[in-house]
Structures are given as structure tokens and as C-alpha cells.
């Protein structure tokens, strides 16, 4: 009965490790080139300004940190990314995004947690910048 036990606590302990992560973000392949000269970006001229833009898995959020550095972080809100309603924006402080449906709130340079129910940070992809165009990849 002993030994029955133990096998019975290991084969839980292996199942339960094995649990698919239902939270977790499909990945989707990046490779988005942004003009900063395109009216439709005009907002990235000044430090501290971001446009919504597609790709990603549910859209992408571009900032431009310095006047050579631009962030881009995933929409898809970490605490649920596959529900359909959960889309991250950035709020009227212009310093953070958060999700309305679930209250989690990210920093919008690099995506570290503020405040949840999030565990896990804001998705953010590469960026790299020549000057006029804005290259995100993952």
C-alpha cells in the first residue's frame, strides 16, 4: 500500500506539470517596417508619442522612448491573451498600458508589471531604427 501511495503522488505530481498553459500567447511572427515621414505615424515624431498599429497577434503598440529608441509592445493583454475583448492601451498618462477588462497595468517602456492580476509582463518585440524607418521583429 505504501509503495502504491508513493507511484500515486508521482504520477499526480507528473500529470499536473504537464497541465497545458492556457494563458500562455501564441507566437506570431513579426516583421513590420513603420515610416516615421507617413502622416498615418506623424505622432512618432516626438519623444513620448505612439500609434496602434497592426501585427502582432492582436495588434501593436509603438513608442518612441528617446529620440533613437522605440519600444513595441504585443495588445494581447498576458493575464488572458487569446480572449477576444482583452486588448491593452496605453493610458492618458502616456507611461503605462493597461487592459479596461481586467485591470492589469504594464510600463510602457520595456512592459514590466505595475499592477495585475497579470504574473507575467506585456509581451515587447525588437526595434531597431535607421533614422526614418522603424523595423519591429521577433
Partial sequence: MKYFTAILMVLSIVFSSCKKDENRMPYVSVNVFIDINNANYNDLNAIG????????????????????????????????????????????????????????????????????????????????FDGIYVHVYN
Fill in 49 to 128: 508619442g505612439y500609434v496602434y498599429v497592426t501585427g502582432g497577434y492582436k495588434g501593436l503598440i509603438i513608442y518612441r522612448a528617446s529620440y533613437e529608441s522605440f519600444v513595441a509592445i504585443e495588445r494581447a493583454c498576458p493575464y488572458h491573451p487569446t480572449t477576444d475583448c482583452e486588448r491593452l492601451v496605453v493610458d492618458t498618462s502616456g507611461l503605462t498600458v493597461s487592459d479596461p477588462q481586467c485591470g492589469s497595468r504594464f510600463l510602457i517602456l520595456d512592459g514590466s508589471i505595475v499592477n495585475g492580476p497579470s504574473t507575467k509582463p506585456a509581451v515587447t518585440y525588437a526595434t531597431t
